[in-house]
């Protein structure tokens, strides 16, 4: 689709519906060759991205011509309304405006701002390409009804895109390459969003890191269409809290709840695909997994590091190749579905159909439909295995500690049991 400035995409309509048919009511322009003093007009524009966002009020359309930027851009006491957001784009084409900013803070940020649409940048530098987050503290003065599209963020020390304490999000169409120490896109509590068609590549290999992270009380996020390689993990459906109780708000029993992981080509990674820890009530469906590595998890589902446990997750229709192992862990978790996922290629185990790792909870079990099963616990294959639909024969295997038992596949679901 061709690049127009002041479009949105359908994904972020679909969540941002009052932003459909919104045009500016003010133009400000932005030029870096212009002289100080500009008044923001065509004939006299602004020679920074700030001086004209300063000028801004809702229905202000920022537009800033191709050029390089040597500044960080805040956006705070800058919001729309529903009807009429404030623009911050670049005008002349997707990437034609380039942002290089110092990484003391995020290149461009605003703290409890709403109906903001940032399209079209090249962001380069700063502690983030783009910060956005509450401005009070306890859930209060979060950042609602933000479009982030068609950016080429890079070199960022921490994050490409931070969102924190956010509702009503679209992030569509943007390129993150060469990130810091954490993730590509990382959503703290942050409530019905699309992040799609985004291209994701070479983030840090350390720690619990990400392609794409949601966590901490993120809920009702659609994850579509994402093309993520070269870092740790693909994505991550809930996560690592820094402390016991840390999830906010505090009563929570989940990190993610309701995360549509679909259509997404995740390759090339130092660990796992998808990493679910707390996460509940999600499915991971119709993915092109190529982890290209010899790490024993394809897809990995468990309890976060304070033992709150994954529940009823859907893993469905994934199609698997490159791997060393094609597996489906599974720790601390309850309802976990495998149906449908195929393999191309070879496998290390040299057999057909999914390869099921167990963690060492005290019982585990997991349903599955029309797929072979080989099981192994730990790095140590077991010999038991059910062969295809219908087979409704137990077999099992036992490791030192550890008894794997095969109830069956059956023509409904099979059941795994670890004792």
Do not use: C
């Not at 127009?4 to 309509?13: E, G, R, V, W």
């Not at 490409?160 to 590509?184: C, D, H, M, P, S």
């Not at 057909?352 to 349903?367: F, K, P, R, T």
């Not at 295997?397 to 795994?416: E, F, K, Q, R, V």
């Amino acid at each position: 689709m061709a690049y127009s400035a002041l479009s949105i995409s359908s994904q972020a309509k679909s969540v941002i519906s009052s932003f459909s048919g919104v045009s500016p009511t003010t133009t400000l322009w932005v030029d870096d060759n212009a002289r100080s003093g500009g008044n923001g007009s065509s004939a006299s524009p602004f020679n920074t991205i700030q001086a004209a966002v300063n000028k801004a009020a809702a229905g202000t359309a920022v537009m800033v011509k191709a050029g390089t930027y040597n500044e960080n851009v805040s956006l705070d006491g800058k919001s729309g309304t529903s009807t009429k957001p404030i623009w911050l784009v670049s005008a002349d084409g997707e990437g034609s405006a380039k942002i290089a900013a110092s990484s003391s803070k995020a290149a461009i940020y605003a703290y409890g701002e709403d109906n903001l649409i940032i399209k079209g940048f090249t962001i380069q530098g700063g502690s983030e390409g783009i910060k956005l987050t509450q401005g009070g503290n306890g859930l209060s003065n979060m950042t609602t009804n933000i479009v982030i599209e068609d950016n080429r963020i890079s070199g960022s020390a921490v994050d490409g895109i931070k969102l924190a304490q956010a509702v009503n999000v679209a992030v569509v169409g943007n390129t993150i390459a060469n990130y810091g120490r954490e993730e590509g896109i990382d959503n703290v509590y942050v409530r019905n969003a699309i992040i799609a068609y985004n291209d994701i590549s070479d983030g840090s290999k350390d720690g619990n890191r990400s392609g794409i992270t949601v966590k901490s009380g993120s809920e009702d996020i659609k994850i579509l269409y994402n093309d993520i390689g070269n870092v740790l993990d693909g994505v991550i459906v809930g996560g690592w809290s820094s402390a016991a109780g840390s999830t906010w708000p505090r009563n929570l029993d989940y990190e993610a709840k309701d995360i549509l992981v679909s259509g997404n080509y995740i390759h090339d990674l130092a660990k796992r695909a998808v990493n679910v820890l707390a996460g509940t009530d999600s499915t991971i469906t119709g993915n092109k997994f190529a982890p290209n590595n010899s790490y024993p998890s394809v897809v990995n589902v468990a309890s976060d590091n304070h033992g709150t446990a994954s529940s009823d997750i859907d893993i469905l229709n994934n199609i698997v190749s490159k791997a060393k192992w094609l597996t489906v862990q599974s720790g601390s978790s309850s309802g976990l579905t495998n149906s449908g996922n195929t393999t191309t290629g070879s496998f290390d185990t040299g057999r057909a159909g999914a390869v099921l790792g167990v963690s060492a909870a005290a019982s585990d079990e997991m349903a599955t439909t029309d797929t072979a099963l080989t099981l192994f616990f730990g790095t140590t294959e077991a010999a038991a295995s059910g062969s295809a639909a219908g087979d409704t024969s137990a077999a099992s295997a036992t490791d030192p500690a550890h008894t794997l038992t095969l109830l069956g596949i059956g023509d409904d679901a099979g059941y795994l049991a670890f004792v």
